[in-house]
């Protein structure tokens, strides 16, 4: 009788020790990570930081589920106006294409989900997910997500853990937001500048050159003045080169003035050359935001916005539209339209649109090809490695 006793003293007290662990786990598990939040709120780039603090915060939600109710923990942050959403995840959950997709289009597409729980199949099976709203403001809403292939945990339970990770995710994405707004104003402010002084000062005198160049070419074209025609010809054509490049400098920074995001440059320059024609253009979009920095933004968008302006002046076309995709590592951009075709060999010499369309490719270690598409009209296709700019 007293070994019975005995051994369930004992296995009481090694239940004790083994359970007091979990229990301080489980409290761990209840508690907001500053120190997370803070490598969020600092980010230079949201989409490099946030995996890795998923990852750790994964593993906290991990120690405190059992395995057949652990579910996968995902960010989706959705951009409304440009249609645009980004999944980010713990580096070892690699999601399938279908998965992206299907999220993209509850979230971002559609409205906002209002189940508790949101049944999804896909590809590699039936997943039920709990969604939980972290951040909405005015272009931007940030979800976090609980993805479950097999047993759901009870909500009680879930809310418990998940409370306190919500909450670090929260404080850190939206310090991270309100530092980027700032951010983003300031630089506004400076291009506003810079597109001002150079309409008021350079702008205006290279225009004045330009009317003065052109009427002086003119009067020499009388054959009293042979000797200047080849001097006043390339006068001419240099000062309206130059005239040219610069206002495209002023459109760029009012561009960057009014869209955060390439995305939105795009949706912005579709909407500005739609008010100029008849055409009928659509955007289709399949590239996640952020994928390309600063510069090649700027390259992109002048390309895309080049191509959209003969579409407008010379493709006699009903139709158009802009491709962005992702194939593999790189990005395709295709401009098609359904007009007359372009004879590439018969450029203008004193049309320098093509030439720099293909230095700007060239700036970002893209590929540029113009032709003619086989059911008619031109198709313009950039491809590029993000990331390769020299």
Known sequence: MMMLNLRSWMEGGFANLYRKPIERRQRA??????????????AEDISATLPGVLEVLQQELDGVFALSLRGQLMVLLSHGDTNESLLLHPPRFQPSPSFNRRLHRMFTLGKAPQSEVIPCQVDDGQWRLVPQLLMEEKNISAWVIYGFQHELPPREKLRWHTTALENTLRRGISAWYQHEAKTRAALQSERAIYAAELHDSLAQVLGYLRIKSTRLNKVCQNPEYEALQSMTEDLAIQTQNAYRQTRELITSSRLAMQSDNLAQAIVNSISEFEQQSAIVFELDNRIPAKLLDAKESTQVLYIVRESLCNIVRHSHASHARVILRQRQESLQILIEDNGSGIDVDAARPDS????????????????LTISNRPQGGTRVELSLKPGNAS
């Open 29 to 42: 598990a209840a508690r907001e990570n500053p120190e997370l939040a803070l490598q969020l709120a600092t």
């Open 352 to 367: 320098f649109g093509q030439q720099i369309m293909q230095e700007r490719a060239k700036r970002i270690g893209g590929r």
